[in-house]
């Protein structure tokens, strides 16, 4: 028996409720790009004046291209690739990209994460391994590389990348990072492991912790010396630096989390 379009869409998974859904489309915009990405754009590119430009990119391009996404996700009910290729045989390679560039997204953000849990498991220790420099191998004073440094760059090149000194030289298996790498992997196959019924219980935590993170950043990044001079420094406008057209466009798009077939596909399942 051949299967009906509307019945394979009527056997798709759904959201258990609607907030599962909206926390899941937070989390598809909110991360470490909203971090440390924007603040650095804003401050190479006119601190203030570059709100202008993104703003209004966000307006009409990206808040367009959010609505498009959601309405062609609930009103075909199909996957990234089934969508466009619904709308139009000729635009199927744009379901085909976005998958991949999820894909390569992911990957990129799953090491990440694997410098995080090797940060996280080292900041059990006191006091912490990137807080002074090692003792030098003969123990009569620090390492001179690290001196010549700091102890977190230290820390970072050294002991967690390993770097060789020459980029021809490839190294040897960091397996601390391998382990780390693997566990980055296994946390987010058990999200997905039953698809949508995984995913809405994780997002309860995986949308809503960074909120409470980035909360607790602020009111530390708040208390220190020199706070107010630098919010005046990042926000001041200066428009002779706002020089770059394209990255407000670019940032606008990365910041709300589309061209990744990741909103089409969560609209698909909602009710």
Known sequence: MVQTKESAVEERPKWDNKAQYLLTCIGFAVGLGNVWRFPYLCQIYGGGAFLIPYLIALV???LPLLYLELAIGQRLRLGSVGVWNSISPLLGGVGI???IVS???SLFYNTILAWVLWYFFHSFQDPLPWSSCPL???RTGYNVECEKSTAVNYFWYRETLNITP????SGSLQWWMVICLVSAWCIVYICVIKGIDSIGKAVYVT???PYLVLTIFLIRALTLPGATTGLVHLFTPRVGSCRVVSSPRRTSISNSGLL??????AMTSIT
């Open 207 to 209: 949308s809503t912790f």
């Open 166 to 169: 020459d980029i021809e030289i």
């Open 260 to 265: 990744r077939a990741l909103i089409v596909s």
């Open 103 to 105: 894909l390569l997204v």
């Open 60 to 62: 009409f391009q990206g």
């Open 97 to 99: 990209a976005s998958s």
């Open 136 to 138: 030098n191998e003969n």
